[in-house]
């Protein structure tokens, strides 16, 4: 798990705790400006949002994570700014978020990047395009709307739980599109047990009352985390 510095820290503070709390091992690298960042995003510093993860600065290069030989399901990079994205798309591995992602680019393990930026110059599409080619998934962090979303938790659900389908990991954090025959949406695919998320209300203050999220049952198929 990757954060980098642009706005959005509350999708990989999410991600982080969904799938601690379904039981998986989860790394996560910090960089620099992301700690900057979620200051002013988070009420909880960034280290107690991603509580139950093993944290690692950026310049911990000789972390687990910056090998191959240490496996891994895949990777996110939640959010992922235009200069993580840069870095990434021409190999500038000069930090462990750079080199962690690049790891499973070589290794062809799943790497989503949470792209978080708006307006898009023709260098940052090209950049996309780059990552996107060399076997990345790209994906913008646009929450969807066909579910009726009715706060600001069910628009970072929406984004987040698409985030764990691509990486192979399932979830309930958002409705599914069934088709008309279906009733259009899908609210449930199967039961799960459901577990509190606290302690992120930073940019949801005047949402309503935090809701409860469902997340996978422990021991399903772990992504994210290390297998051995």
Known sequence: MGISGASGA???????????????????????????TSRYELDAPL??????????GEDRLDAPISSGSFRTDGMAVAPCSM??????????????????????LKERRRLVLLVRESPLSTIHVENM????????VVMPASPGFYGRPRTVDDLIDSVVGR???????????TRRWAGPDEGRLLDRQRPVPLAPLDGLRGIRQGCGQP??????VPGQHAAVAARG
């Open 10 to 36: 509350v999708y990989g503070a999410r991600l982080v705790r969904a799938l601690v709390s379904a039981g998986h091992e989860v790394h996560a690298v910090v960089s620099d400006a992301a700690r900057i």
């Open 47 to 56: 280290e107690d949002a991603l509580a139950g993860a093993k944290i690692y």
């Open 83 to 104: 200069r993580t994205l840069a870095a990434i798309a021409h190999g500038m591995e000069d930090n462990l978020l750079i080199r962690a992602a690049m790891v499973h």
């Open 129 to 136: 395009l780059r990552a996107s080619s060399a076997g990345a």
């Open 163 to 173: 985030v764990m389908d691509l990486l192979g990991v399932e979830n309930s954090l």
């Open 211 to 216: 809701r409860t999220f469902r997340f996978p």
